[in-house]
Structures are given as C-alpha cells and as structure tokens.
C-alpha cells in the first residue's frame, strides 16, 4: 500500500478517485505543529535551532497517518506546490521519522492543477523534498517568531494597551497610518472650472475652458469665485469655431492572468471580496479542481492551456478575436516566489463552477485567462480645439471611441480610482464648424486628499514596496483587523488609536524594523534561500545581531521617559500649530497648564500638566484637530432631580458614559451609540441611569416586564424569557401590549431574540457533498452558524449569511469538525481528575503518589516531537 497525505479532505478525496486501489489518500489539515507560542522556542544560541510541538486538535490525524505509514511500503508527500507546502510536507516526515513509522522509501510530488492528468503525470516524476524551501520557511518562522516574541514583551511594558507587532504586519500598518497622517495634514485648494454644453448636428458633447485671455489655463488657475465668473461670462459672450481636430489611433493590450495579488485585488474591487474570503474560496476551487494553484506570482500559462483559450476564444468569437500568435507575459512582481504558473481555469470548456462566490470568483478567474489571449483593442481618441473670434478664449472637448473591442468584448479590468477624462462619442464635426452653444456652467471643486487603503489597493502597495509575501496578504490585514489596529468602514481602513500609538512607537524606537526598505530587502534576502543562494542561519544572526540589543536598549528605559520622547516624536500631530498663532499645548480649560503626552493604565492620552488641579484630558486619537477639544475630562451635566446627585458623563475604556453619584455607590450607564451626541444632555442622562424600566406587569403571569440595555443591546425581560428591542428610544416608549407581543415572537422562534432561529433555521442549504447530511443556517446567540445537526460552525465576519453557499457552509462543518477530537477529550479528561479528588481525605493512602511520574511523562512525550 502507497499512503499519500495532503492537505485538506477535499483535496484527499477527489485525487483518491484519480489513483488505483493501491493508494490510500489521507489529509494532514494544513500544518500539524509549530513553534510552541512561548519563550525558548527558537535559541539563537543554538544555531537558531527550534523546538516544534505537534497542534493538539490534529491528534486524531496524525494517530490515523502513522498507523497507515507504519503499513505502508511508500509515502508519497503531495501538499501544495509552494513554500507552505513543502513545510508541510517536512513536518509530516519529521513526526512520523520520530514515531519511527517512516517507510523505507520517502517521495514529494507537486500538481499546480487537481486534475487527473496532472495528478498522473506528478506521480510518475517524483523527487525528493527541496531542502532550500524547507530552509527558506525556517527562516521566515523564526524570524517572525523572534520579532514577536522579542518586541511584544516590550510593548506591554512600556506601552500600556499594545497587543503586539509583527515583523511585516507593523510595516502593513506603517502604511495605514501614514495615510492617515497625509489626509489630516491635507489642506484642500479651492478652484473652479467652466465647461460649455455644446451641440453639433442633434448631438450633444461637453467642452471645457482651456484657454483664457489669451493664455493657456490650468487645472488650478481659476482660484475663486470672481476669477470663475468673469471667465464663464467669456465663454457665454464668444462665437465659438473649430480649430483643429486630431484623431490618435490608441490600442489596450489585454492584463496577463491573475497572480495571487492580482486575484484578491480585483476580487475587492468587483466582488467586493476581502483578501482572506477570495482566498478561502480560491482553495476550494482549486481542491475541486476547478482551477490552478492560487498561491503564485507568475503570469504564464502553460502551452496547452493556452492553445485551449485560444480555442475556446475562437468558438464563442470570429477568429479576429484570436492574435496571430499566443501572448507570452513576465512577472514584474517584486520579490516573485517560486516559479509557478498562473491562476487560470484547468478547462476552458467548463463555463460554470459551483455555486453563489464561488460562481462569481471562477467566472472572474476564467474570463481573465481567456482575455489575456484575445487580441488588443483598438480604439480612437479625437481632441477637438475650438477659438472664439478674438482668439483669447479657447475650448477642448474630448471623445473616445472603440472600433474594434477585442479583449474589452470580455473583460475589463476594475481600477482603484476610476477617473474617465475621455469622454464619450463625440459627433461628426468639421474645421470651420461652429457648434451651437446651449449652457456654459462655473463650477466649484476642492482638491481632495489622497483615499484611504482599500484591501485592493492595500494589497497593491505591498506588492509594489517588496512587503510580505502575496500569499500572506490575507493573514496580514485579518491580524491588523482582529487585533483592533485599524477598523474598515464603506471597505476603506481608517488607523485606530491603539495603532496609531502602536507606529509613532515603533518609528521612534524601532525605525529601522519598519522601514519599508530595509523590510523588502530582508525579503530579498530570505528568497536567496529559497534559491539555495544564501544560509539561512547567517541571515538570522545578522539581523538578531543588531535587533536584540535594540530591545534590550528600549527595555531599560522608564515608561515616563518612552512617554516623553514620544510626546516630541509626535508633537506635530498631536498640537499642530493654530491659525491664530497661540500656543497648540495651552490646557483649553485652565488656559495656564501645558498639554503633554501620559501614559495610563488602558493606553496614552494627553493631559494639562496642572494634574490634579486642572483634569483637563484628551484621547490620544483625537490629535489636535477640530475636535480635539471634544473630551475635555469629566463633564458635570447637571443634578439628578430625585435623588440631588450629581451626573458626570465620563470617557472611559470601552467608551463615553455616565455617572451619578461619586466613589463605589456611584451608578454608571454606557451611552449608546445610537443617541446622537448633539442630542445627548442632562435629559438623556437621567433616563439612563434609571434603568431598568418597569414596562407593567404581564396579563398572563403578573409579573413585571423590564425594559433595560444589556450586553447586546435593548431587550426586554419577562420571568426568565427576553426579546429583542430595536432601538434605545423603544427601551422607554414601549407599552405593555407591544412588550407582550414581541415576548411572544420571541418565545415562538425559540426564546429571548437572542435565540431566535434555535427552533427554525434561517434557511435549508442542502445536503452535505460529502455526507449527504442536511445542513441547516441557523442564528445563534453570537451571530449565525451551520449545522449538520453533529457540528455547529460559526460564520466568520467575512461571510454574509445571505451570500452562503452550500460548499462554504460544508468547507465550514468539515474544518469544524476536524478540531472537535481535542474538546471531546478534554472534557473526558475533566471527571477523571474527581476521583483522586476523593481520595485527598485518605491522606495514609499513596496511590495519588503513584499518579505524580505519570504526570511527568506528558512532557517527555511532546519533547520527542
């Protein structure tokens, strides 16, 4: 028996289909072990030698992989055809080497396409593994781990409210917050344009002032008002006659085939797709062997494949549509990976693949493959200049027309910032002609800062610079996202304060690490290993050369004097100068203190240096802009009008609240975010700090309905049941007979709206494809989930429940299921430890005795891993 591991059970099953009875197909779930997430996992000391520890929740696979290999005459190692892969497969060897169930003979095969003649062909040509990617994915683990585990510590110790920071993921954020930094610094110009709505023979076109008073005019030369005015009423007064009119041939080349890059920008901006969802489905795709690998810089695409595009063009258009000869595209990506083709369907006949995003990312990946072989577009840009009779006043209108479509006929890649200055059609016109003039508009515009990242653009700017790898792009932003450094909002990121504390840090302290050169140099670097061109240990020391004693450096120093050298790092942005002239850190309370950077228990914050006598605080985020004068420590509302204490409304942690009363008695109330703060008072405060609200009491039980804010959100509670309310205003407006009915919705779908949808799923997706079991979408108290009725697995964030498909939903189930063998044990292991509770009474008794070198074993066991 041959044993074959790969990946994922998809993956497993459907190359299981392709080999003979001989071989058995088995699936490691990604890695199986990693650097134990505590100190002394890598020791420089040592050569960089490393500890690796075996993931818990993959005991079940890889108790079933070693019994199969201690069977077998053969292991064959056929994860992905990358660095990743060949990680993979290096694990999987070393723990069954350590089990001693390696068999005698040890091959790697690599397919860039899960189909049956590509399996077949990898099969017959296998090679051994490639220790050069092998060193390469070393490097880089140990490198991220040791910036991680190095740099954190000393972020918790001297910059209160820090998570952590990554080696690529703190340059990522560099960039955020620099453009955050170039948005606020921005100030807009003002400048108008005149354009004149013109006519020639029944068809209208636009034209826009370019000349004035006899001089050539700029984009912002017309700078206000009066200025837009007089050139307007010019433009009104002249008889206009066509100059000249210029046509330029103007031919587009088809984009090459998507990259793993390209595919999740292009994913953003048309699907509007985040990088780790494009991704998830791109690998269920691959593994139903739909397309090509998706984790690649090249844009090649095999022989064979593209003699069957250029078929497939043919068929569906006229042969005109087919080039002479086939496209042949290079990578300009900086720092491209390993050599591998581009992503591109495996058959240009099949039309369709799956269903719902995976649909809409395969027809995506398949119209772009199909359009890099088409042949260019041919189109034909005309610029029409007219004067007015005194030659001091000119007009140009600009048209774009296609004559022959080509690749466009199919596909036209999306852009970031979409700005047509071409215009359209223009008609028929002659020199000597004189349009008709109906309308001649002065417009206003600002110049606008440069956008926001969005996740396409984000990703583009990675790749431009050399940061990271294309295939890490997804992990990168989900980090930055899930530890609350940025925050995405209409699919734009905007830097969160922790992040923003979190860069000025690191550029003061750390500048080097977060330089975006020296990070795509390092990059370079490690991919000369993968090369077999440099030493991966030597590249190692050279950077924990310089690296650790920085650490040890910043580490000495006092939180007081981090605090301070950062108040002057960012002393720009955090009191930029005033138009007035007066003085950015005069305390705006007690007008005689200075405001100065501090650092507090949940983070820094600016604060007067007349602590305590003036309380005068600011949140760091606020910078010193518009509104930095927004929090300016506790504000006294008024008196409450039952009790006489007085209500202060506070910022705190987790947001703006309010307080009556002073000390442990006080009593506390978050501010919802849906009052509006213009609307916020004394009024509002008085309300919620009365809460919870007796609604009545119910007709059925007489018992009372409360009306109260929780952790959720407003709810109603009745007798142990509760129901959603849908805003904070319906916490005091509702009666009794709508509380009743809503507890009663509630109750029918399954109780408290918190558990709506525990009796009745929000929708039936289908059978399982690989089970055959029903999977139901439900709605849970934390969010939705699918079940098979065994598994429940949540949704992630990047997954709209109405978009679910039933492949997803599956994909979700078996990657839930696969982690459930460890929870299972761990709550058979729970009772065990009862029994010898028992026997503490019978302290003569030794057998607890016995138990303590069983204990030590546990230990020994994972050390040989």
Same mark, same amino acid.
């Given at each position: ?63 079933? &992989? ?246 497939? &063009? ?8 087919v080039p002479d000869s086939p496209r042949i595209y290079k990578s300009k990506a900086k ?208 950077f924990w050369h310089d690296f650790k004693p920085k650490t040890v450096e910043v580490m ?177 407006? &509702? ?131």
């Open positions: 028996m041959q044993l074959v591991i790969v990946e994922s059970p998809a993956k497993a099953k459907t190359i299981e289909k392709y080999l003979g009875s001989d071989f058995k197909v088995l699936a490691s779930y990604g890695h199986i072990r990693d650097l134990p997430p505590k100190d002394g996992s890598v020791d420089p000391d040592d050569g960089f030698a490393m500890t690796w520890q075996n993931y818990p929740d993959k005991a079940k696979q890889l108790k079933e &992989i070693t019994a199969e290999s201690k069977k077998a005459t053969r292991l064959i190692l056929a994860t992905d055809p990358d660095r990743e892969g060949e990680a993979i497969s290096w694990h999987v060897q070393e723990v069954l080497r350590n089990k001693k169930a390696l068999p005698d003979k040890v091959d790697r095969v690599t397919f860039n396409a899960i189909t049956k003649a590509a399996v077949t062909e990898a099969m017959a040509h296998p090679r051994a593994l490639d220790e050069d990617l092998i060193d390469a994915y070393r490097a880089r683990r140990a490198l991220d781990y040791l910036v991680g585990f190095t740099l954190s510590p000393v972020l918790w110790r001297k910059l209160p409210g820090a998570k952590s920071a990554g080696r690529v993921q703190s340059v990522s954020l560099r960039l955020i917050v620099e453009r955050e930094r170039e948005i606020e610094a921005f100030k807009p110009q003002e400048y108008w344009s005149v354009t004149a709505q013109m006519e020639q023979g029944g068809q209208a076109f636009e034209a826009r002032l370019t000349i004035h008073d006899g001089k050539k005019l700029g984009k912002m030369d017309l700078t206000n008002e009066s200025q837009a005015m007089l050139a307007k009423t010019a433009v009104e007064n002249g008889l206009f006659t066509i100059e000249s009119i210029e046509t330029k041939p103007l031919t587009r080349n088809p984009p090459p085939p998507f990259t793993t890059s390209t595919l999740q920008q292009e994913a953003a901006r048309k699907l509007g797709y985040s990088a780790s969802h494009t991704m998830r489905i791109a690998q269920q795709l691959y593994e139903d062997g739909a397309i090509t690998y998706m984790r690649t810089d090249g844009v090649q695409m095999d022989g064979s494949a593209i003699s069957e595009a250029r078929k497939a &063009i043919s068929d569906r258009y006229d042969a005109s549509y720092n491209a990976q390993e050599a591998h083709e581009a992503i591109r369907p495996t058959s240009f006949t099949k039309k369709t693949a799956g269903s719902g995003d995976h649909a809409k990312l395969y027809d995506l990946v398949l119209k772009r493959a199909m359009a890099s072989q088409m042949a260019s577009a041919r189109l034909e840009r005309t610029t029409v200049e007219m004067l007015d009779g005194t030659g001091k006043t000119g007009l140009r209108a600009n048209g774009q027309v296609v004559k022959f479509p080509g690749f466009l006929a199919l596909y036209e890649e999306g852009r970031d910032d979409d700005k047509d200055e071409d215009g359209g059609l223009l008609p028929a016109m002659s020199k000597g002609d004189s349009p008709a003039k109906k309308a001649v508009d002065a417009i206003q515009h600002f110049t606008q800062p440069p956008p926001r990242y969005s996740e396409a653009s984000l990703v583009k700017k990675m790749e431009e610079l050399g940061i990271g790898r294309p295939s890490t792009y997804a992990s990168i932003i989900k980090t930055l996202k899930d530890r609350a450094y940025v925050r995405i909002e209409k699919n734009r990121f905007f830097a969160e304060e922790s992040g923003r504390l979190l860069t000025g840090f690191l550029e003061r302290f750390f500048d080097r690490y977060v330089a975006y050169d020296y990070t795509s140099a390092l990059e370079d670097e490690l991919d000369e290993v993968s090369g077999g061109r440099a030493q991966w240990q030597a590249i190692l020391e050279a000495e120093k006092m939180p007081s004097e981090v605090t301070a050298e950062l108040d002057i790092f960012l002393g720009d942005y955090l009191f930029p100068e005033k138009e007035d002239g007066t003085d950015p850190r005069l305390c705006p309370r007690c007008n005689e203190g200075k405001l100065a950077l501090r650092g507090g228990r949940f983070g820094a914050f600016v604060a007067c240096s007349n602590y305590p006598d003036c309380k005068f605080t600011r949140r760091f985020a606020q910078g010193g802009g518009a509104n930095a004068d927004e929090d300016e420590g506790p504000q006294e509302l008024g008196v409450d009008p039952d009790s006489d204490e007085k209500i202060t409304k506070k910022v705190g942690r987790f947001g703006p609240y309010v307080e009556k009363g002073e000390g442990k008695e006080a009593k506390r109330s978050s501010i919802p975010k849906d009052i509006p703060a213009e609307d916020f008072g004394l009024e509002w405060a008085v309300k919620l700090l009365s809460l919870p609200r007796e609604v009545g009491l119910h007709p059925e039980t007489s018992e009372p309905v409360m009306a109260q804010i929780g952790r959720y959100g407003p709810y109603l509670s009745h007798n142990g049941s509760s129901a959603r309310l849908e805003n904070t205003q319906e916490v005091f407006e &509702i009666g009794m007979n709508a509380a009743v009915a809503k507890l009663a919705d509630a109750a029918k779908s399954g109780g408290g709206g918190r558990g709506r949808g525990k009796m009745e799923p929000l929708k039936i997706m289908g059978n399982h494809p690989r089970t055959e079991i029903e999977i139901k979408l439900m709605d849970g108290r934390y969010g939705p989930y699918v079940t098979d009725g065994t598994t429940n697995a949540s949704l992630p964030k990047t997954l709209d429940k109405d978009q679910l498909t039933l492949e997803e939903a599956a994909q979700l189930i078996d990657d839930r299921a696969a982690k459930g063998p460890a929870k299972k044990r761990a709550k058979k292991a729970a009772p065990k430890k009862k029994p010898a509770a028992k026997k503490k009474p019978a302290a003569k008794k030794k057998p607890a005795a016995k138990k303590k070198p069983a204990a030590k074993k546990a230990p020994a066991k994972a050390k040989t891993e």
